[in-house]
Each structure stands twice: as C-alpha cells, then as structure tokens.
C-alpha cells in the first residue's frame, strides 16, 4: 500500500511538471493572415471560369468515350424492369426471389437458343439463294414494258445484274459488305461481346433491382420516403407493363406473317415469324426491319410474290401503328395514343435505338408524375 501511495504521489508531481512546462512553452509564429484572395477579382473569376469548363470538356469527352457502355447498362436496366413483372409473379407463387430470377433467365436463354438455331441457317440459305437468282429476277423486270424502257434510256437495271453477276461469281459480298475479313471477325465478336454483357448485367439488375432502389429511397427524406416509393415502383410496373405491351404486339405481327409465309408458300414460316418477333419488340424501325427479310425471301420466289408480301406488310405496319398499338398503350400505360407515337418519334431522334425503347415508358412515368405530384400542387394552390 505504501509503494502504490508513493507511486501515485510521483505520477502527480510529473503530470503537473509537465502542464506548467506547456503554459510557459510559446506557440510557433507562422506570420500574420494576409488578406483575403478578391473573389471579385476579373482574373481569380476568370480562373475559376476556365477550370470549371476544362473540367465539363474533359467530363463530356470521358462520357462520350463510353457511351456504348452507357448505352449497355441502359438496355440492361429496362430489360430487367421489363423482366421485372414476370419475377414478382412467379414469386407470388411461393418461391423465392432467386429462384424466379433463374427460372426467367432460363426461358430467356432458351428462346435465345432457339431463335438461333430456327433462324439462322434459314436465313442464310435463303439469302445465299437470293444472290443466286437476283440477276434472274432483274431479267424478269424487263418483261414489263414501261420497266424495260426505263432501262433502256438509263440502264439501271443492266448495272444491277452484271454487278450481281461479279458479285456471285467472286463470292465476294459478305466479306465486302462488312469492310473484309477482318471487319466481319470483329463485327461478329463485338455482336457477341454486347450481347453477353447485356444478358449479365440483366440477371444481376434482375436479382438486385429490389434492393437496389431501396437502398436509392433511404436517401429520400422519412417524411416523404413512403410517397417516393410508392411512386418509384408505378414507375417499375409500367416500364414492365410497356415491355409485356410490345411482347403483345410483337406476337401479333408474327402470327400474321406466319400465317401471310403459308399462304404465299414462302419457306420457313416459322423461321420467318421468329425474326418478325424479335423485330417486332424494337420500336419504330423493328418492322422496317421485318419488311425488308420478309420481302427478301418472298423475292427469292418470284418478284410478283415480293411484291404481295411487301405491300402486306405495309398494309400491317399502319394497321397495328395508329389503331392497335395506341390503344394497347392507353389501356396498359394510360398514356394516349398521340403521346404514344410522338414520344416514341422524339426518343428515337434524340437516342436512336436506346431512346425509341425508353420514350414511352418514360412518357408514363412522366404523366403518372404530373398526375399525383404537380396537378394536386397546383390544385392546392
């Protein structure tokens, strides 16, 4: 006890040694604060101003370098909110969120799979005998007679065929087309490539979409975080609403030319119907597309028949565009038929393909929005 007492009285007297050795110490002197820098100044505003627009440019150009990346992660996305409604349906039926998720993307991959191996091979069968019989379908233009004397005053159709001509003999059209051999190596790896990052970040958007806007909502204020999330998921559930809506439509169009390949007698319905319904879900340009193999495989027959499934087509297109398109669109998204074609016109100009699949949904959500937050507000006022 004595010792502890002794220890305790040294620690004390150095403790207070040492607190009067810093009360005499004196702080170093760096100087005086000079004045404070004029912000006012024109070349501090100017400095400032450049380094401001350096940083935009070098941000623009950072941007611009990975669009396509961009542009990747965008398609993922909306696929995944698109997949979304099927995910939570399954789900409902007892199993769990990672589960419905594989089974989406089975089907998903499956269809991939059976889309190649329907569509290519007669695809290309049909296009090799395409180039084989162009020369002879020109010929056949040449019986009609305001055709062959058009032809005979600027010869256009004389070109065509000899450069048809070369072309089969030389072999030498694929390879031309996409720039040489080296050009279609890497046409089809960077096709390769994009597609299956697209189906990566898909699943990962799809297995993670719930928990990612979650995590986006807690940094919404608690005082409105409930009405920011009731509206995030409407925003969700249209977007898969308008994906189920093409899924719709495109089956529609592949019925019909399904059923259009039969009664001309065209080969491989089934295969033509599948591209039909793979460009049937882009907007806009998916039946341009579509009308082109259409009348492509209908010319290998004769040009009579290509001529039939064109004006078809056509005849489709504008039904299914300004009668059933917009009222599938009104009855599911509640967005209006004008709303529809414009929004889907303007995204396309603005973004190309990305902004033809993005436009109408976010037309949706644009509406939803004015709907429950800005025309109450206005009301109120």
């Given at each position: 006890?004595?010792?502890?007492?002794?220890?305790?009285?040294?620690?004390?007297?150095?403790?207070?040694?040492?607190?009067?050795?810093?009360?005499?110490?004196?702080?170093?002197?760096?100087?005086?604060?000079?004045?404070?820098?004029?912000?006012?100044?024109?070349?501090?505003?100017?400095?400032?101003?450049?380094?401001?627009?350096?940083?935009?440019?070098?941000?623009?150009?950072?941007?611009?370098?990975?669009?396509?990346?961009?542009?990747?992660?965008?398609?993922a996305l909306f696929l995944a909110m698109g997949l979304n409604p099927a995910v939570e349906a399954i789900r409902r039926r007892g199993t769990t969120r990672s589960q419905a998720v594989a089974l989406i993307f089975i089907l998903?991959?499956?269809?991939?799979?059976?889309?190649?191996?329907?569509?290519?091979?007669?695809?290309?069968?049909?296009?090799?005998?395409?180039?084989?019989?162009?020369?002879?379908?020109?010929?056949?233009?040449?019986?009609?007679?305001?055709?062959?004397?058009?032809?005979?005053?600027?010869?256009?159709?004389?070109?065509?065929?000899?450069?048809?001509?070369?072309?089969?003999?030389?072999?030498t059209l694929l390879i031309s087309t996409f720039g040489g051999v080296v050009g279609v190596g890497k046409s089809v790896l960077s096709g390769t490539f994009s597609g299956l990052t697209i189906l990566i970040l898909t699943l990962?958007?799809?297995?993670?979409?719930?928990q990612a806007t979650e995590l986006g909502l807690s940094l919404v204020p608690a005082s409105r975080r409930e009405r920011v999330r009731r509206l995030t998921y409407a925003i969700i559930d249209r977007v898969g609403l308008f994906?189920?809506?093409?899924?719709?439509?495109?089956?529609?169009?592949?019925?019909?030319?399904?059923?259009?390949?039969?009664?001309?007698?065209?080969?491989?319905?089934?295969?033509?119907?599948?591209?039909?319904?793979?460009?049937?879900?882009?907007?806009?340009?998916?039946?341009?597309?579509?009308?082109?193999?259409?009348?492509?495989?209908?010319?290998?027959?004769?040009?009579?028949?290509?001529?039939?499934?064109?004006?078809?087509?056509?005849?489709?297109?504008?039904?299914?565009?300004?009668?059933?398109?917009?009222?599938?669109?009104?009855?599911?998204?509640?967005?209006?038929?004008?709303?529809?074609?414009?929004?889907?016109?303007?995204?396309?100009?603005?973004?190309?393909?990305?902004?033809?699949?993005?436009?109408?949904?976010?037309?949706?959500?644009?509406?939803?929005?004015?709907?429950?937050?800005?025309?109450?507000?206005?009301?109120?006022?």
């Amino acid at each position: 006890m004595v010792i502890k007492a002794t220890i305790k009285k040294t620690q004390k007297k150095l403790s207070s040694s040492i607190s009067r050795k810093e009360k005499n110490v004196t702080p170093p002197d760096y100087g005086v604060m000079g004045v404070p820098i004029n912000r006012a100044n024109p070349f501090y505003f100017g400095f400032i101003a450049t380094t401001g627009a350096l940083c935009a440019i070098v941000l623009l150009r950072a941007l611009a370098s990975t669009s396509q990346i961009f542009i990747l992660i965008l398609i993922a996305l909306f696929l995944a909110m698109g997949l979304n409604p099927a995910v939570e349906a399954i789900r409902r039926r007892g199993t769990t969120r990672s589960q419905a998720v594989a089974l989406i993307f089975i089907l998903v991959i499956a269809f991939v799979i059976f889309f190649a191996w329907v569509v290519i091979p007669p695809v290309v069968s049909q296009g090799s005998q395409l180039i084989n019989k162009g020369p002879e379908l020109l010929s056949q233009l040449k019986n009609n007679s305001y055709i062959n004397e058009f032809n005979t005053q600027y010869g256009i159709i004389d070109t065509l065929q000899s450069k048809l001509l070369s072309i089969t003999k030389d072999g030498t059209l694929l390879i031309s087309t996409f720039g040489g051999v080296v050009g279609v190596g890497k046409s089809v790896l960077s096709g390769t490539f994009s597609g299956l990052t697209i189906l990566i970040l898909t699943l990962y958007f799809l297995s993670s979409l719930h928990q990612a806007t979650e995590l986006g909502l807690s940094l919404v204020p608690a005082s409105r975080r409930e009405r920011v999330r009731r509206l995030t998921y409407a925003i969700i559930d249209r977007v898969g609403l308008f994906v189920g809506s093409q899924v719709i439509i495109a089956f529609m169009a592949a019925i019909y030319i399904f059923f259009l390949s039969i009664i001309l007698a065209l080969p491989s319905p089934i295969a033509i119907a599948m591209v039909v319904l793979v460009c049937g879900l882009v907007p806009l340009i998916g039946h341009f597309l579509g009308c082109g193999v259409v009348t492509i495989i209908a010319l290998t027959q004769s040009i009579t028949i290509g001529l039939i499934a064109f004006v078809a087509y056509v005849l489709y297109v504008q039904v299914e565009n300004y009668l059933v398109t917009p009222r599938i669109m009104k009855r599911t998204l509640s967005v209006p038929g004008a709303v529809t074609i414009i929004s889907a016109m303007i995204g396309s100009s603005l973004l190309g393909l990305i902004g033809g699949l993005l436009a109408v949904p976010v037309a949706a959500a644009v509406i939803l929005i004015l709907d429950e937050v800005v025309i109450p507000k206005a009301n109120n006022e």
